[in-house]
């Protein structure tokens, strides 16, 4: 629904204005997107879902197909899942889970998540380049 919000409010399209005049590609931007909305509100799904629905014009303006378009979905989801933490309710669910206090929780599981987010992005720009 926030998502929805967002489109029929025309940020997407000027989102999209906005990445080009910064001349930030569309692949970085949707993660760039993805990594602040999850930091900003915690779950990965709204994130991802929100940053799919603004680059969204983007994308299809400059007409990726194929592999290009899972690669920045891909982007997409690895940005969705970084930074794991105290409004995130993983966080705390393996927190408690695992018996760890918050501090440990944040060395641990906060890290892995932010490692997991990199290496999603950096497999997902190989595909990029590559394929």
Known sequence: MFGGVLRESGIGAALSQTLNDLGMHVFVAGFVIAAALRIAQGSATVALITAAGLVQPAVAAAGYEGTDRAAIVLA??????????????????VGRFYEMDLKTTLKTWTVLETLISLMGFAMAALIFVVF
Request: charged share 5%; proline share 0%; aromatic share 12%.
């Open 76 to 93: 997409l989801a690895a940005g969705s899942v970084i930074a794991s933490h105290v409004n995130d309710s993983g966080f705390w669910l």
